[in-house]
């Protein structure tokens, strides 16, 4: 069935269908049984890039833009190894990077096909450049 | 005038009032060129915004070439420069006019604040006065229902109490809970206890910690809190910069922290700027509007803004109060979720910080407050407890008062024990199966009942922060707890932990204003949004959630008051009509007519017996003869004395009703005029009433008398003036209408002198 963002929210209890853990099991079969019988574990207990791309579809029909680029983000960055991702965090904070660096980190996002992230990292070294919050190289 | 005196001259009133709580706090007057100016600063810019060829060259004063930061991240994120164009010419009157009309509907503001600048919307804000911000902000607040977030943390990191108290806020209708650490280390002990516990009190109820990024996203990751509001913002460069971050690092960190299923609010507030020594000459409510331009830029859902922890340097300057409200009103517009603040102390004085609550409880936030100490400000670590545990009872009542949902629920005391203990055990079994350092029933025991963390045992500080760094180590998770709390039998809670697990993979709660109720369905602006537009619409509190807000615990039954006195043997017994006395040495006490008979106690609980005895022997006293009379064709004293003294034969009366009014009368006076009138009957006591028996005898014998001395209590009414109208209510019950006077007797004779 396709997906209409204006009417299928919250997708947890409209379309549960639509929403698995990132190992396929559905959200119906997130329970205390499975859990006893270990098929599921903590791995496996986070939205998928996919559930939070449809977010983004939600939050852009409900007319928000700049929530729903975030939440597009999110979808990115959901496969996104946690270390990685803080990694970006504290090159984008003041004087942490240079320019170079942080064109490394967005080609790092790039290849995990986060571009939309990667080109946000690049518009923030473009900033910084002007604003002297670059670390001296 | 000087005269050479050293010590000038004092008024006792000024010394008084300056002893008050509020002369703690500093008044100033504005200083722009700190910051010190809540809005309208003289060096604010006009509202600007050039497009040339698609691109943004000039806004609010500044050409392109000048950006900082701040403005260059709206220009490229939070502009919609469609709507600019047709947004930005309106007229700010129109504009103001426009957030207050109800035929304007929300998301038609909403639309036209995509292409405002900051200036302007702040200009625009800063005409509207407290009641028409208030009115703007019930209609523009972004979910239907208002909700309220509460602080919960104690200065011993004790996991017994945090857990009882998360289970109270959360029984108490708190959505969201937030607790932090004293020890960084602790934290996932703490997100723990938080966890099981609001789970405990109510299934769906968010928590957080508010630890640093690289701890905070680790907990997120493993399932053991759910929101995060740490994220700051302010509005100047330099400023941004010290708080060392950037918007762009900012939205990325939001970014992240969606992307491990946390739902995100930011953090702005006004005074941050001046606080922070780079205000840049600007006006506070001003760089508030740069911040939450940025905020929306970067994709959050929400804000908590509302001065937060620089509330009190709001405050001090003139208007300080209406900007705050008016930042708040600004993000409502703005279409962000509000956490409104009222956290942080505001003022020592309670009517003042009060009465600036009221510019967010009255039209109702997304969050009233952004943190409710649900324990005394003692256990408040995060330096709030604006309202704290002690004040519940204040603010149930003023929910009452108004008819308002300011988002906390009446609870017995017996449940609220419950809950705590149930909260309480549940922590212990999972500290048990997870392996943690023990939890006594001790602790237990006075996490349910105890008053703050002065009361709970001592725990090993040392082994708890190791086990916690070990749990850290061993990868626990949300799914853990879930399963100890199965295998030690709380079911039930396990069943809520594992549900927000859920919540996580389906990341509904990623929407903004999203709070998730007990059934675990999600609502949030996008299913449940605020559509006020006049009386009639959108929320009101009625029903069964008003039944709720206004069964205080305290609250009594008026029929229950209303019942008859318990039956005693017999005061007074009737003799027959009242004939007029011929004896000028004679004083009537007039009675009531239910006095002695359905009532038998005043106000101030004196037994009629007594009272009557007492008047009798102060008439005996003065030297005259008391003749006691009921008047039973009228409740009103003025009249009941009237009556007497005109069956007096001296021509004097001593009337009294039942709750202890006493008149005394003469009965040439018109009946509402009188000799004196007694009109304080909780202060009465036996002697009192012997005092007026003696001023009655004086009267009848035709001596001069000095009135009995007055006393005054002005808080008795208000203490007292239900029972007095329950009491009165009797009083009319038993009136006789054109029933004649009867002559009584006391069943007990007087005794004379």
Redesign the interface.
């Known amino acids: 069935m396709s997906f209409d963002p204006k009417r299928d ?5 409209e379309r ?1 269908d639509l ?3 990132p190992g396929g099991v559905p ?1 119906a079969e ?3 049984d499975a ?2 019988a270990g098929r ?3 791995a ?4 998928t890039p996919k ?2 791309r449809l ?1 983004s579809e ?2 852009r029909a ?10 597009e ?6 496969a ?1 190894p ?1 270390d990685l ?2 990694a ?2 504290t090159a ?3 004087r942490r990077a240079t320019a170079a660096q942080l064109e490394d980190w967005a080609a790092r996002l790039e290849s995990y096909s986060a571009g939309k ?1 990667a080109a ?2 690049r ?2 070294a473009a ?2 450049a ?2 002297g ?1 670059l670390a001296d190289a | 005038m000087p005269t050479g005196d050293s010590s000038p001259m004092r008024s006792r009133r000024f010394a008084s009032r300056e002893r008050r709580e509020l002369h703690r706090e500093q008044l100033v007057s504005p200083f722009p060129e700190l910051g010190l100016i809540a809005s309208g600063g003289p060096n604010d810019p006009e509202p600007e915004l050039v497009v040339e060829g698609g691109v943004v060259t000039r806004m609010d004063g500044r050409a392109a070439a000048d950006f ?2 701040i403005d ?2 709206v220009v ?3 502009l ?1 420069l469609e709507v600019a164009a047709e947004a930005m010419v309106l007229d700010d009157t129109e504009l103001a006019r426009m957030l207050v009309d109800i035929g304007v509907p929300r ?1 038609e503001l ?2 036209l604040a995509r292409g405002l600048s900051p200036a302007k919307l702040a200009r625009v804000i800063g005409l509207l006065d407290p009641v028409e911000l208030m009115l703007a902000l019930k209609k523009l607040r972004a979910r239907r229902a208002p909700a309220n977030q509460a602080h919960v943390t104690n200065l011993k990191e004790s996991p017994a109490l945090l857990a009882a108290d998360a289970a109270e806020a959360a029984r108490r209708g708190f959505a969201e809970i937030e607790t932090t650490v004293g020890v960084a280390r602790y934290a996932p002990l703490n997100a723990i206890a938080l966890l099981v516990g609001s789970q405990t009190g109510r299934p769906g109820v968010m928590t957080q910690c508010a630890v640093e ?2 701890r905070n ?2 907990l997120a ?3 053991l809190v759910t929101y995060a509001e740490t994220l700051s913002v302010y509005g100047t ?1 330099p400023v941004f ?1 010290d708080g ?3 918007p ?2 900012k ?6 922290y ?4 946390v739902k995100v609010r930011f953090t702005s507030g006004t005074g941050s700027e001046a606080l922070m020594g780079y205000a840049q000459g600007l006006s506070m409510l001003y760089l508030e509007a740069r911040c939450l331009a940025a905020v ?6 929400g804000v908590q803004n509302g001065s937060i922890s620089c509330v009190a340097l709001v405050l001090s300057v003139p208007g300080g109060t209406r900007a705050i409200l008016g930042e708040n009103v600004l993000a409502a517009w703005l ?1 962000l979720e509000v956490a409104s603040g009222n956290d942080a102390i505001a003022s020592h004085s309670e009517i003042r910080k009060t009465a600036k609550l009221m510019g967010q409880f009255l039209p109702g936030t997304d969050f009233v407050t952004s943190g409710y100490s649900v324990m005394p400000r003692h256990d408040n670590t995060f330096g709030g407890g604006n309202f704290d545990a002690d004040d519940l009872d204040e603010w149930l009542t003023i929910q009452r008062d108004w008819q308002v949902d300011a988002g906390i629920e009446p609870v017995a005391e017996d449940e609220v024990l419950r809950v705590r203990e149930k909260a309480a055990h549940a922590v212990q079994a999972v500290f048990v199966e997870l392996g943690l350092p023990p939890v006594s029933d001790a602790e237990v025991e006075a996490a349910t009942i105890g008053y703050d963390s002065r009361d709970m045992p001592d725990r090993d500080r040392a082994a708890d922060v190791e086990a916690a760094d070990d749990l850290l180590a061993r ?1 626990v ?4 707890v ?2 100890a709390l ?1 295998r030690r039998g709380f ?1 039930d809670v ?2 809520a932990v ?1 549900s927000m ?8 709660y ?3 204003a999203a709070v998730i109720d007990a059934e ?3 609502h ?4 449940d949004p605020n559509v006020y537009s006049g009386p009639g619409t959108g929320y009101r509190l009625e029903g069964e959630r008003w039944e709720l807000l206004q069964s205080l615990p305290n609250v009594v039954d008026p029929a229950e008051l209303l019942g008859e006195d318990a039956e005693d043997e017999p005061i007074v017994v009737e003799r027959g009509k009242a004939a007029r006395g011929d004896d000028s040495a004679e004083v009537v006490v007039a009675v009531g007519p239910a006095f002695a008979d359905t009532i038998r106690r005043t106000i101030n609980d004196l037994s009629h017996r007594d009272v009557l005895q007492a008047i009798c022997d102060g008439i005996h006293d003065g030297g005259a003869v008391p003749r006691v009379v009921r008047v039973r064709r009228v409740a009103d004293v003025a009249f009941i004395a009237h009556e007497g003294a005109q069956l007096s034969g001296s021509g004097i009366a001593l009337g009294i009703q039942s709750k202890g009014t006493a008149v005394i009368h003469r009965s040439d006076l018109e009946p509402l005029d009188n000799l004196e009138l007694f009109g304080m009957s909780p202060l009465y006591t036996l002697e009192s009433y012997r005092a007026m028996g003696r001023n009655a005898a004086g009267y009848a014998l035709g001596q001069r008398v000095g009135p009995v001395p007055t006393e005054l209590d002005n808080f008795a009414r208000a203490k007292l003036i239900v029972r007095t109208t329950l009491l009165h209510a009797r009083e009319t019950q038993a009136v006789q209408p054109g029933a004649a006077p009867v002559e009584l007797e006391l069943a007990v004779p007087v005794a004379s002198p």
Do not use: C, K, M
Request: hydrophobic residues 45%.
């Open positions: 929210y919250p997708l947890g209890t549960p929403v698995s853990t959200l997130v329970t205390l859990l006893r599921i574990d903590a496996e207990i986070r939205a559930t939070l977010q939600v939050a409900a007319g928000r833009e700049p929530l729903a680029a975030s939440l983000r999110a979808a990115e960055l959901a996104v946690d991702l803080l970006v965090y984008l904070r003041p992230t946000f990292v518009e923030a900033a910084y002007d604003r919050l | 900082d930061v260059r991240f490229a994120h939070g919609d998301a909403v639309r990024e690289r996203l680790e990751i493993r399932g460069e910069v060392d971050d950037t762009w690092s939205a990325f960190l939001g970014a992240a969606a992307s491990r299923g929306r830029a970067a994709g959050s859902q279409d990868g998770s949300g799914l853990d879930a399963l199965e079911g396990a069943e594992l697990q859920r919540q996580r993979v389906s990341a509904d990623l929407q903004t675990g369905l999600v949030s602006a996008v299913n």
